[in-house]
C-alpha cells in the first residue's frame, strides 16, 4: 500500500513539473525507479525558502509520531553530530514530508567551487569524501541536493550552473560509493537567496549547494517495528 501511494506522489509530482522542463530524462528515471523515496524535493509548488520551507524527501504513507517517529528523530540528530564535523558543512535539522526529522546539510561556496564555476576543488574533495562516508554508513535515506548561484549572469547561464553544481555533487558522491539510485538533482538558480546579492560577501553565500537527507521506506518501516537504531 506505501509503495503505490509513493507511486501516485511520484506521478503527481512528475505532471506538475512537465511543461515547464523542470525534470531531465534522468531526474524521471530516478522518480520512479526508486518507487517515488528519491521524489523531487521541492515537491509540488513548495520550493525550499522563502518561509515556505522544503517538501523534504518522498510520501510513503506513513503517519509521522509515535515510537517511529521519536526513533527516526533520534537517529537523524545521531547523524547530525557525526556529519558536523565535516570541514565547511552546516548541518540542520528539517521535518519532511512525512512529517518526520530529516537533514539538511549546506556547504560553503569557497570550499565547493569558484566563481561562475562547478568542478571540485581539493579541499571540496575532501569534504565531500567524508560526507559520502556517512551516507554509505547510513543506506536507508534518500538524498536531495539541490544547487545555487548568485545573481550574476543571466537566467539561462545560472540554471545550467545551478544544476552543473548539483550534479558535481552527486557524481562525486556517486564516484565515492554512494548509488546514484538514492540521489537526485536540481539547480534552483539564484531564486532563493540566503544574503544579499548586492554585496561581494552576500554573494559568495548564495553560491551554494544544499543537500537534504531524509528517511527511506525501509528506515521507516524499522522505526514503526521499533527495529532502529
Not at 72 to 93: L, N
Not at 167 to 189: H, I
Request: net charge positive; aromatic share 6%.
Amino acid at each position: 500500500m506505501k509503495k503505490f501511494l509513493a507511486s501516485l506522489v511520484a506521478v503527481a509530482i512528475l505532471f506538475s513539473f512537465s511543461g515547464c522542463g523542470s525534470l531531465t530524462d534522468t531526474q524521471k528515471g530516478t522518480l520512479f525507479g526508486t518507487g517515488g523515496g528519491a521524489a523531487l524535493g521541492a515537491g509540488i509548488g513548495a520550493l525550499i525558502g522563502k518561509g515556505k520551507g522544503a517538501a523534504i524527501g518522498g510520501a510513503v504513507g506513513a503517519i509521522a509520531g509515535g515510537v517511529a517517529g521519536t526513533l527516526i528523530g533520534k537517529h537523524m540528530q545521531k547523524k547530525k553530530e557525526e556529519m558536523a564535523a565535516i570541514q565547511g558543512a552546516q548541518v540542520s535539522t528539517v521535518t519532511d514530508v512525512n512529517g518526520y526529522t530529516a537533514l539538511k546539510v549546506a556547504f560553503d561556496s569557497d570550499i565547493l567551487f569558484a566563481t561562475g564555476k562547478y568542478d571540485l576543488n581539493a579541499a571540496s574533495k575532501n569534504s565531500l569524501s567524508q560526507f559520502a562516508m556517512q551516507l554509505i554508513n547510513d543506506p536507508n535515506t534518500d538524498v536531495q541536493i539541490y544547487g545555487h548561484t548568485d545573481n550574476t549572469g543571466s537566467r539561462a547561464t545560472n540554471e545550467k550552473l545551478s544544476l552543473n553544481r548539483a550534479n558535481a555533487v552527486r557524481n562525486y558522491l556517486n564516484n565515492c560509493g554512494v548509488p546514484v539510485s538514492r540521489m537526485m538533482t536540481q539547480g534552483l538558480a539564484y531564486d532563493y537567496p540566503v544574503a544579499d546579492n548586492s554585496t561581494a560577501a552576500g554573494r559568495a553565500q548564495n553560491r551554494r549547494v544544499e543537500v537534504y537527507i531524509s528517511a527511506n521506506e525501509q528506515m521507516i518501516q524499522d522505526a514503526e517495528n521499533g527495529k532502529l537504531q
